[in-house]
């Protein structure tokens, strides 16, 4: 008699039905979409949740327990809101310590706030964007904030700019083309020639001005990391209001940016870029 055990496909419970994986993708990408707009918002209610992500609130419910039975969310009775659990961050952490330049440049972001008395930042590229991953912030109440994970479009951000500065001719236009010149404000650079400008400028000096490019009435100064290769994968900033950031001091700011960046550069055991030698981001 043939055992009804060998012909069951392997890896397949028994009894469940053949369409399992696909729910279960289904329910992951639900429960991680749950997740990043919690992460975005800090917390949120059940009904917001289930609003913005537009899934049912039962349905959203459900994914929030399985989430917070394994630490990545907490539910606060006070507030009746979801948050961000200490699981979450663990994971998170891990890609910081995998990215060393971060803990790295920490002390170095601790310096170039105490030297300038702004917020001092740190960003990586990735998939054409930056995304912030380490923040020292001014003691000053009027201040710019960037979330550890926060995206920015790199034509309107300092470091942004700083890292495109780096790219060659044609893939800046690669770059371009896939992502577009969104305006933020009225300083926004939105033309392509003029954006060309600005990075053989950026290069020239060293570092990259985000001149109220993304919200008017701030300015951030840059500098680009480099890696062992002499491309340039981070950068440091420094940013905070106009009045405080005028044109009077932004050599200054650049020249401090730019060693701050070196010392990480140097820490790393990265290269400096030779004059031909571009990166393809």
């Given at each position: 008699m043939e055992n009804s055990h060998t012909s069951r496909p392997r890896g397949r419970p028994?009894?469940?039905?053949?369409?399992?994986?696909?729910?279960?993708?289904?329910?992951?990408?639900?429960?991680?979409?749950?997740?990043?707009?919690?992460?975005?918002a800090d917390s949120l209610s059940l009904t917001e949740l289930s609003q913005r992500a537009g899934m049912p609130a039962s349905t959203?419910?459900?994914?929030?327990?399985?989430?917070?039975?394994?630490g990545?969310?907490?539910?606060?009775?006070?507030?009746?809101?979801?948050?961000?659990?200490?699981?979450?961050?663990?994971?998170?952490?891990?890609?910081?310590?995998?990215?060393?330049?971060?803990?790295?440049?920490?002390?170095?972001?601790?310096?170039?706030?105490?030297?300038?008395?702004?917020?001092?930042?740190?960003?990586?590229?990735?998939?054409?964007?930056?995304?912030?991953v380490s923040q020292v912030e001014t003691h000053e109440p009027i201040r710019a904030f960037h979330r550890p994970g926060t995206r920015a479009h790199m034509h309107a951000s300092g470091i942004g700019?700083?890292?495109?500065a780096h790219l060659g001719p044609e893939a800046l236009d690669r770059w371009m083309r896939r992502k577009g010149l969104t305006a933020y404000t009225e300083n926004t650079i939105c033309d392509p020639q003029t954006l060309r400008r600005e990075m053989a400028e950026t290069r020239s000096r060293g570092w990259a001005i985000?001149?109220?490019?993304?919200?008017?009435?701030?300015?951030?100064?840059?500098?680009a990391i480099y890696n062992v290769y002499g491309e340039a994968i981070a950068g440091l900033s420094v940013s905070g209001p106009t009045v405080r950031i005028p044109d009077k001091?932004?050599?200054?700011?650049?020249?401090?940016?730019?060693?701050?960046?070196?010392?990480?550069?140097?820490?790393?055991?990265?290269?400096?870029?030779?004059?031909?030698?571009?990166?393809?981001?």
């Amino acid at each position: 008699m043939e055992n009804s055990h060998t012909s069951r496909p392997r890896g397949r419970p028994r009894n469940r039905p053949t369409n399992e994986p696909v729910s279960t993708v289904r329910a992951l990408e639900r429960a991680l979409t749950l997740l990043e707009i919690i992460a975005e918002a800090d917390s949120l209610s059940l009904t917001e949740l289930s609003q913005r992500a537009g899934m049912p609130a039962s349905t959203a419910h459900r994914l929030l327990i399985t989430l917070q039975n394994r630490g990545y969310l907490e539910f606060r009775d006070d507030t009746q809101q979801w948050a961000v659990g200490v699981e979450a961050f663990r994971i998170g952490r891990s890609f910081a310590r995998r990215i060393k330049v971060v803990d790295v440049g920490r002390p170095v972001l601790r310096d170039l706030m105490a030297q300038t008395g702004e917020t001092a930042n740190m960003a990586i590229a990735d998939d054409g964007d930056v995304v912030f991953v380490s923040q020292v912030e001014t003691h000053e109440p009027i201040r710019a904030f960037h979330r550890p994970g926060t995206r920015a479009h790199m034509h309107a951000s300092g470091i942004g700019k700083a890292l495109l500065a780096h790219l060659g001719p044609e893939a800046l236009d690669r770059w371009m083309r896939r992502k577009g010149l969104t305006a933020y404000t009225e300083n926004t650079i939105c033309d392509p020639q003029t954006l060309r400008r600005e990075m053989a400028e950026t290069r020239s000096r060293g570092w990259a001005i985000d001149n109220e490019e993304r919200t008017l009435g701030m300015r951030c100064v840059a500098a680009a990391i480099y890696n062992v290769y002499g491309e340039a994968i981070a950068g440091l900033s420094v940013s905070g209001p106009t009045v405080r950031i005028p044109d009077k001091v932004l050599a200054e700011y650049g020249v401090l940016v730019r060693c701050a960046a070196d010392i990480v550069t140097e820490r790393i055991g990265g290269e400096q870029p030779e004059e031909n030698q571009r990166g393809t981001m």
